[in-house]
C-alpha cells in the first residue's frame, strides 16, 4: 500500500485528490494539511510514501516545506511531488533543488496522476525526459553560472559516472543512456545509481540539476 499525504491549502483540492486516490486498492490517503508547516509536521509523525505539495500556500509555502522534509535524514525516504497550476512556473526549478522528486501539473489527468504517484513511490523517474529538459533548461538559464571547477559532488564520481549524469541532465532515459555508451540498460542503470550516492543526490531530478548547476550541462546545449 502506498501511503500519501495530501498538502493543499483548498479544502476542494485536497477531496478531490482524497477521492481519486482512495478509489485505488494500493493507494491510501494518510493525511491532510492546509499549509507547509502542517505538512512538515505531518510528514513527520505519519512517514507516509508520497507527499502531494502544493508550492502556494499561506505561512510557511511549499517550496520552504519542501525543504525542510528533505533536508531530514529519518524522512529520506519521503518523495515529494510538487504541484503547480502551470508546467513552467518559476518556483519548480527551486523546489527539484530543494530535494522534491518531481512537479505535477494540477490540471492533470487523474490516470496520469495515478502514474505519477506510483512512479514515484517506487524511486523511478517521475519527469518525462521531455519535461526535464525543458523545465531545467529554462530555468538553469536564469540561475547562477556553474563554478568554473567541478565541486566535491563531481569529484567523487569516475569519468564514466560523469558522462552519465550529463545525459541524465540531458532528459535521457537509462535505455537510451545505455544505447548512446553502447552497454546494457543494467549497466546504465548501475552507473545512474552509483552517480546518485557518490554526489548525494536524493533522486534522479536532483543529479538533473546538479548536471546543470555543476556545467557539465548547459542550458540548450542537446548534443
Known sequence: MIRVLLADD??????GFRALLDAQADLTVVGEAGDGAAAVELTAELRPDVVLMDIRMPGLDGLAATRRITA???????KVVVLTTFELDEYVFEALRGGAAGFLVKDTEPADLLRAVRVVAA???LLSPGATRRLIGEFAARSKPPE???GPALDRLTE???????????GLSNAEIARRLVVSPLTAKTHVSRAMVKSGARDRAQLV????????????WLG
Open 209 to 220: 540539476v546538479l548536471a546543470y548547476e555543476s556545467g557539465l550541462v548547459r542550458p540548450g
Open 123 to 125: 524511486g523511478d523517474a
Open 10 to 15: 483548498q479544502a476542494l483540492v485536497r477531496a
Open 160 to 170: 564514466r559516472e560523469r558522462e552519465v549524469l550529463a545525459l541524465v541532465g540531458l
Open 148 to 150: 568554473p571547477t567541478a
Open 72 to 78: 531530514r535524514p529519518e524522512l529520506a525516504e519521503v
